[in-house]
């Protein structure tokens, strides 16, 4: 994965590879399957496809299956290229909401909608090679001026939704925000921990390490 992609082709190639797994009669999700650990009374869970039914992951049934989940800590294992920012709010609220101790790990890397579940995490954990990617939203509109407008008008509210999102975790401006979205930014580990999009970084090999700070309790 090229770090020079942009969100569309992201989205475009997540598409081409889903499309692919149907016609080959294959499950057009991939993402493994939750892992449960009674004796530490954690559960590990992957994102590991995009966003959105079409893709392989569908909030219809991943948000109760997550919602249900009895652990103390649940361990959310992220490598996405994003997908539907709607399914993605879904799946956001209810990481939010549950009462386990939540750990987002970044494993290769958390763009567009998918950034925005790592956030929703008590603590987010990326790896020394992983990234992070976000900015403005955008979708496909067809129709009349009025229609196109309507539509032009809904992605402005949700990108200033996005983008306050990613304020009150950072702590970061909201210009500066803007900006980053505006420019589809991505950041690198190092540039995550530094400004805020993630806690500490995980150093694997032989001898892994965490740095950053902790919050794990």
Not at 53 to 73: C, L, M, Q
Not at 153 to 176: D, E, N, Q, W
Request: net charge neutral; aromatic share 8%; hydrophobic share 45%.
């Amino acid at each position: 994965m090229s770090a020079r992609l942009s969100a569309r082709e992201l989205l475009a190639r997540a598409e081409s590879e889903a499309l692919a797994r149907q016609k080959a009669g294959k499950p057009v999700l991939t993402s493994p399957a939750p892992v449960f650990d009674a004796a530490r009374g954690a559960a590990t869970v992957y994102v590991y496809d995009a966003i959105g039914s079409w893709y392989g992951i569908d909030p219809k049934t991943w948000v109760p299956e997550f919602a249900a989940i009895k652990a103390k800590r649940i361990h959310i294992l992220i490598n996405s290229p994003g997908g539907s920012v709607f399914d993605a709010e879904a799946m956001r609220t209810v990481i939010s909401q549950h009462k386990a101790r939540t750990i987002c790990h970044i494993d290769g890397y958390a763009a567009s909608a998918a950034s925005t579940l790592a956030l929703a995490a008590d603590e987010v954990e990326i790896s020394a090679g992983g990234m992070l990617m976000i900015h403005d939203a955008w979708g496909y509109g067809m129709g009349r001026a009025e229609e196109l407008e309507a539509c032009a008008a809904l992605l402005r509210k949700t990108t200033a939704s996005i983008a306050a999102a990613y304020a009150r975790r950072t702590g970061k401006p909201l210009a500066k925000i803007r900006e980053w979205m505006d420019r589809e930014t991505w950041f690198s580990a190092p540039e995550a921990l530094e400004h805020g999009f993630a806690d500490r970084i995980y150093v694997p090999g032989p001898a892994a390490s965490s740095t950053g700070t902790d919050k794990a309790k």
